[in-house]
Nanobody, 120 residues
Framework: QVQLVESGGGLVQAGGSLRLSCVASGSIFSINAMGWHRQAPGKQRELVAYITRGSSTNYADSVKGRFTISRDNAKNTVYLQMNSLKPEDTAVYYC??????????????WGQGTQVTVSS
């Protein structure tokens, strides 16, 4: 079994900061790309940022310069540092990882989501 667990969401005022964490656990051989997506009410889920195992990164235009994704391969953890938050960043944030299990096979896994609310 493989599990992704997010933490760090909450309520913050506009201009504030939050740091999300996501830990992958279970029968993991290795992890390729890891990323963060978000889904606001009434909208489709969208990619926020992703990071490869070699730490190459990619960001949605809406968060460039404000959000930073990083990872700790030894801890199977990905982080999302969110600065200068705006009300439009309000959403449920989901962690995603491409994981090769010990038993073999590459699969995409998702966390349960963590709510981020930015008040104006």
């Amino acid at each position: 079994q493989v599990q992704l667990v997010e933490s760090g969401g909450g309520l913050v005022q506009a201009g504030g900061s939050l740091r999300l964490s996501c830990v992958a656990s279970g029968s993991i051989f290795s992890i390729n790309a890891m990323g963060w997506h978000r889904q606001a009410p009434g909208k489709q889920r969208e990619l926020v940022a992703y990071i490869t195992r070699g730490s190459s990164t990619n960001y949605a235009d809406s968060v460039k310069g404000r959000f930073t994704i990083s990872r700790d391969n030894a801890k199977n953890t990905v982080y999302l540092q969110m600065n200068s938050l705006k009300p439009e960043d309000t959403a449920v944030y989901y962690c995603n990882a491409e994981i090769i299990r010990v038993a073999g096979g590459l699969r995409s896994y998702w966390g349960q989501g963590t709510q981020v609310t930015v008040s104006s």
